[in-house]
């Protein structure tokens, strides 16, 4: 069985070390790929730029999505994840420092499966990525890769 992918777009890196250890601290062990950016997490998903050679079948078991991003915001990336056939179903987690309640609306309104405020505790913080890991990469069942509906 193949280890579960996790797409971390983050530009903190800060934050990536924080999620990076509190996944690690849990015991979540999957594969972690990084983007600092809207525009990477794109070409990660479509497999393009330094992601051309990316398996295109293999996509990713959740994507943690920053919503303040270079480049590419995460309302735009998540309304692109939405909107290709191939990743629309692929589950998104929006980890972000906002409370704003534009930001919660919108981010249900284009297609996110959760919507999660990073505690500022690291405690807190841990315990917050250990139940989405849990929820996520052991609980969740996803639409098959290659499968249209």
């Given at each position: 069985m193949?280890?579960k992918?996790?797409l ?15 996944l690690k601290k ?7 790929i ?23 079948g293999?996509l ?13 915001d ?13 990743t ?10 906002s409370?704003e309640e534009?930001?919660i609306?919108k ?5 996110a499966?959760?919507y ?15 139940n989405?890991?849990?929820?996520w990469l ?7 890769n290659g499968?249209?509906?």
């Open positions: 193949k280890m992918k996790i971390l777009v983050e530009d903190n890196p800060d934050d990536v070390d924080l999620t990076l250890r509190a849990n015991n979540i062990l999957n594969e972690v990084v983007v600092n950016d809207g525009e990477q997490a794109l070409n990660y998903l479509e497999c393009k730029g330094r992601f051309k050679d990316s398996d295109p293999c990713p078991a959740v994507v943690l999505l920053d919503l303040k991003l270079p480049k590419v995460g309302h735009e990336i998540l309304r692109a994840i939405r909107e290709n056939p191939r629309k179903f692929v589950p998104v987690v929006i980890l972000t420092s409370l534009e930001d609306i981010g249900y309104k284009y297609g499966n959760s999660i405020r990073k505690p500022v505790d690291f405690q807190q913080f841990s315990t917050a990525v250990q989405l890991g849990l929820y052991l609980l969740n069942e996803t639409v098959p499968v249209k509906v």
